[in-house]
């Protein structure tokens, strides 16, 4: 029996909670990557069609556009010891010149001024210079640390999201990453990349498919949880973006030929449609975006979304709802769910079309 809503649901935060039995949330990917199960929506009907990701082809034409968001992750996790001894877990989000965005667990320890270590590494400290607005966020600076990414990628795990519930594994360092993973600098994978394999990749080409790439590095933008009842009260964090020339030019003669573009992820999605302009198309730019997308807002810059099963209530699946349809969305989760698909970041993939 289908649920039942009216017009207002789709602002209420309620409305995008969904039953999800623990077992379905995937703790370790698919082997290998494009193994993964691929539900296809057709945003139109809602009809669904479950197949296997390697099946994508199937639904991209010569002329389409695939694009990709080839942001690397970095090891962004760090633990850190206060002068008691008291451990303190940090997640680098983003750099501002000499300085990082972090969240920071237990907050309450980590005012300004305070000062952690790290073990194993000699003199190296973290010092809090501002507290910031979000929950658990501080700016961070690393002092007696000469090179600090160097240190970076000795001292910090892939930092894998908490809902995986496991420490992060020598294998993660590559499989949670994708395969086109180039400029450093997420503190999450964009997940929806990870089923791609090189094969998949040269078939796409091999078939008349562009291939364009942009880079938004995933901060806390992407997985910073709703918390207004009314999802239109909700305001993004601030994320890096780039799209080069070549990238916007490829898009606007994807266009002009009659193509579709198929977009890799939510970055992906909200990195286009901050450089579409409904005058000249597609435009070469880099900068900060916090697009949020929810049901009622128009798409312009995209016709196809590949992307994996959010958690409930994200601004994500709100995104997905604004392009499927928000009955579609939920009838679409409810059947993943009963027909057991593997959810969230090392989970299965959906198509909508």
């Known amino acids: ?12 935060l309620s409305s995008y909670n ?18 993964s199960r691929l539900l296809v929506l057709h945003s139109k009907s809602g009809r669904r069609e479950d197949r296997i990701f390697r099946q994508l082809i199937d639904y991209i034409e010569t002329g389409d556009t695939l694009v990709i968001n080839d942001t690397r992750v970095i090891p962004a996790r760090l633990f850190a010891y206060k002068d008691t001894g008291a451990r303190v877990e940090i997640l680098l989000l983003a750099k501002q010149e000499d300085k990082w965005e972090a969240l920071v667990r237990p907050a309450r320890k980590m005012k300004v001024g305070s000062r952690v270590s790290f073990a194993g590494h000699g003199e190296v400290q973290a010092e809090v210079i501002e507290e910031m607005e979000m929950n658990g966020g501080r700016l ?20 894998l999201p908490p809902y995986i519930d496991r420490l992060a594994e020598e294998s993660d360092k590559e499989r949670y990453q994708t395969i086109y993973a180039r400029e450093p600098g997420s503190a999450a994978a964009p997940t929806a990349g990870l089923h791609f394999t090189d094969s998949l990749l040269q078939q796409i080409e091999a078939k008349g498919i562009n291939i364009a790439r942009i880079i938004l590095h995933v901060g806390l ?3 910073r949880p709703v918390s ?24 606007n003669a994807t266009r002009k030929g009659g193509g579709r573009i198929i977009a890799v992820g939510t970055t992906v999605v909200r990195t286009l449609e901050t450089v579409y302009n409904d005058n000249c198309g597609f435009f070469s730019h880099s900068g900060e975006t916090n697009k949020y997308i929810y049901p009622g807002y128009r798409y312009k810059a995209i016709d196809k979304l590949i992307t994996n099963f959010h958690l409930p209530g994200s601004s994500l699946l709100m995104l997905v709802a604004a392009l499927a349809g928000f009955e579609n969305t939920m009838a679409a989760y409810r059947h993943a769910v009963q027909n057991g698909y593997r959810f969230f970041s090392y989970g299965d993939a959906m198509l909508i079309i």
Do not use: W
């Not at 289908?2 to 209420?12: E, G, L, P, V």
């Open 221 to 223: 933008g992407t997985f």
């Open 18 to 35: 969904y039953d999800l039995p623990g077992e379905l949330i995937a703790k370790y990917p698919a082997e290998p990557r494009d193994s």
């Open 228 to 251: 207004s009842l009314d999802i239109r009260e909700h305001h993004m964090h601030y994320e890096h973006y780039q799209v080069d020339e070549n990238t916007a030019q490829l898009l």
């Open 1 to 12: 029996m289908s649920a039942q809503y009216n017009d207002n649901d789709i602002y209420n």
């Open 140 to 159: 961070l600076k690393f002092m007696n640390c000469p090179n600090v990414e160097q240190f970076i990628n000795e001292a910090g795990q892939m930092p």
